[in-house]
């Protein structure tokens, strides 16, 4: 008998720090914590984890210390800080414990770039890694009905050049592209109560042709006993497809296959893409030999494909013109955190508003209620990792590691179309004269195809390509002759390649033939304009009005939209960011020119604003200016 799933991970709030592994309860710790700097880095020998005393300004979590919403706004170099945090008893039972469900699950959504975490004095664990999310298991050190102490360390040595830190900037003031820094909680953190056994993570590979998905789950640890793995899988309540399966591993696989799908003249109903961002719900339950439900869980997944053949980018195996724009994800009053989960949300609604089908991430691993806007109203995303900016074994550990865990994170998201480990040679400068920087991209392709064939690998995004998938290409050419010239035709593409790229470098290192490839400039633009007075305002040209800002933003994407030897390009940017002041729009998201003005440019059709919305949709930022 079919039944109506309890949660549609598919039209959650946006809210939950993880929104493809959705349970009913949760608790979110963000708020007011205690904090305080550490500049001498005394608080371990000092014990500051055992005495709050230490702790003498407050921190409003998540924001970074440097940022105003922090309520700290202090950006100078301070290499490690210090949170404190009351978990009370409310605290917990917030979280959903019960009897069932009894272990409680502290989460960290990203903490940059070196966290520890003691709880009462008790060393808890640590983690290494800006970008990713870490968990622990605190049950024992939350004793029953006892307010405890939470505490955490965050280093982030802004002088360690090996640390993936993206635009974080190693001097002290903000210069050229690079930002403030992001020390310490910058993502949610919150608590999760769950059974003695359950589904730690869960991931989707949807295979268009055969019309099926395949679903690994993974579970905290090997059951003791055989466990039935039952999927449901739904849109709107209607069941798709219903499987089970036996198993006594930590890790099991299963291939779902949807029915539906078998129709080749309806199978494009349920394809996702950004013209038709259709989501699958998940309903995923772990059942023991008695029939008791040990854990659930509720997720979703897009069912589509992406390559490249023929010299073209394909989305569900049909040619597909890539609009991108270069995303910073950097607000002024927040930095790389997001101001609130609704911006997220925002965001998304105004690259789409904009008339792109696609955004670059730069830089930056995004927050993952990005990634769930992104599929939910249809939005094609290119996986970054921020950069290192020395080559050494320490970094080469350092970034495969948290690449890895990147991967492996957002692996599931149908938005997220390519991979880009690493930009313009940042932390491999030497690459064309070193093979051990070389051999680093390479492995890096390689490793990423490892973990996800599923998807386009760029090595090294711009120029001084390994092994890549697409060859990307950046060019700031100030003038739309001057652009047009290089991507004319491919006698013109395989000169520029043949010689030293549109920056001086040359765009292969690895020979291979431009004859099939896809090709896409993905950094061009970089117009500059600012609305107000902006000190040290930064750009690759400069426009001295609106109307010459508009002139010259629509030459430049004119030159590219509609060429035949391009499979996709990407504007830079969306949003002026701190003094790079070559954005669509200012750092408050308020475009330069009217929405409808740069839709046109960007899309080359004369359409009415479209804003894709959702059941609870809040009003785009200057939607109608």
Same mark, same amino acid.
């Given at each position: 008998m079919s039944r109506s799933l309890p949660i549609s991970a598919s039209t959650q709030g946006g809210v939950y720090p993880r929104p493809q592994l959705v349970r009913p309860d949760? #608790?979110?710790?963000a708020g007011e914590w205690a904090f305080e700097h550490d500049d001498h880095d005394l608080g371990r020998s000092e014990k500051w984890f055992e005495n709050a005393e230490h702790f003498g300004r407050v921190i409003t979590v998540p924001f970074p210390p440097e940022s105003e919403m922090s309520g700290i706004a202090d950006p100078g170099f301070h290499p490690v800080v210090w949170y404190s945090r009351l978990i009370t008893p409310d605290d917990v039972a917030a979280s959903g414990r019960s009897r069932a469900r009894d272990r409680v699950i502290l989460h960290f959504g990203a903490v940059d770039y070196r966290a520890s975490v003691w709880i009462d004095g008790q060393f808890i664990g640590s983690h290494e890694g800006g970008q990713t999310p870490f968990s622990f298991d605190v049950t024992e050190a939350l004793l029953a009905q006892k307010t405890c102490v939470l505490v955490v360390r965050a280093e982030d040595d802004p002088h360690d050049v090996t640390q993936p830190r993206g635009k974080q900037d190693w001097l002290e003031d903000? #210069?050229?592209i690079w930002y403030h820094r992001t020390t310490g909680i910058w993502q949610p953190v919150w608590l999760e109560s769950v059974p003695d056994q359950h589904i730690e993570a869960l991931t989707w590979t949807p295979n268009v042709p055969a019309g099926s998905v395949a679903i690994e789950v993974e579970l905290i640890r090997r059951p003791a006993a055989?466990?039935?793995?039952?999927?449901?899988?739904?849109?709107?309540?209607? &069941?798709?497809?219903?499987?089970?399966?036996l198993t006594r591993e930590p890790r099991s696989q299963a291939t779902i296959q949807i029915a539906g799908q078998a129709n080749g003249q309806s199978y494009e109903t349920l394809l996702w893409s950004p013209e038709n961002p259709q989501l699958i719900d998940a309903h995923v339950s772990i059942i023991a030999e008695d029939g008791t &439900?040990?854990?659930?869980s509720f997720s979703y997944f897009g069912l589509r494909s992406v390559g490249v053949a023929g010299g073209r980018f394909l989305l569900n195996d049909r040619p597909y013109f890539v609009r991108s724009v270069l995303e910073q994800g950097y607000w002024p009053q927040s930095h790389l955190a997001a101001p609130s989960a609704e911006a997220l949300r925002a965001e998304v609604e105004l690259i789409k508003a904009l008339g792109f089908n696609a955004a670059r991430i730069h830089e930056k691993v995004e927050d993952p209620r990005f990634l769930y806007w992104a599929d939910r109203l249809g939005l094609l995303i290119w996986g970054e990792m921020g950069s290192t900016y020395e080559f050494s074994s320490e970094a080469v550990s350092r970034v495969t590691r948290e690449w890895t865990e990147v991967v492996r994170r957002d692996r599931s998201h149908p938005s997220i179309v390519t991979w880009v480990p690493l930009n313009e040679s940042w932390g491999v400068q030497q690459i064309a004269?070193?093979?051990a920087q070389l051999s680093f991209a390479q492995s890096l392709y390689h490793l990423t195809r490892a973990l996800d064939p599923t998807r386009p690998v760029?090595?090294?995004?711009?120029?001084?390509?390994?092994?890549?998938?697409?060859?990307?290409i950046h060019d700031y050419a100030s003038t739309a002759e001057k652009l047009d010239a290089h991507y004319r035709d491919i006698d013109a593409v395989r000169a520029l390649v043949s010689g030293m790229g549109p920056a001086g470098r040359r765009l292969q290192l690895v020979p291979r033939e431009i004859d099939g490839q896809s090709i896409m400039v993905t950094e061009f633009g970089g117009v500059s304009f600012a609305l107000d007075d902006v000190d040290d305002s930064w750009g690759y040209t400069t426009a001295t009005s609106p109307e010459d800002f508009r002139r010259r933003v629509s030459g430049l994407v004119g030159s590219l939209r509609d060429n035949s030897i391009l499979s996709g390009f990407c504007y830079t940017q969306l949003t002026d960011t701190m003094q790079e002041t070559n954005g669509l729009t200012d750092a408050n998201r308020k475009p330069k020119l009217p929405i409808a003005v740069i839709r046109d440019i960007v899309s080359g059709e004369h359409t009415p604003l479209t804003v894709p919305t959702a059941d609870t949709a809040f009003s785009l930022h200057s939607a109608t200016e």
């Open positions: 949760w #608790h979110d710790l903000p #210069h050229v055989s466990v039935t793995v039952q999927v449901e899988l739904s849109v709107a309540g209607e &069941i798709l497809a219903r499987q089970s399966f &439900i040990l854990d659930e004269h070193d093979d760029i090595s090294n995004d711009g120029w001084e390509h390994a092994v890549s998938d697409i060859l990307t």
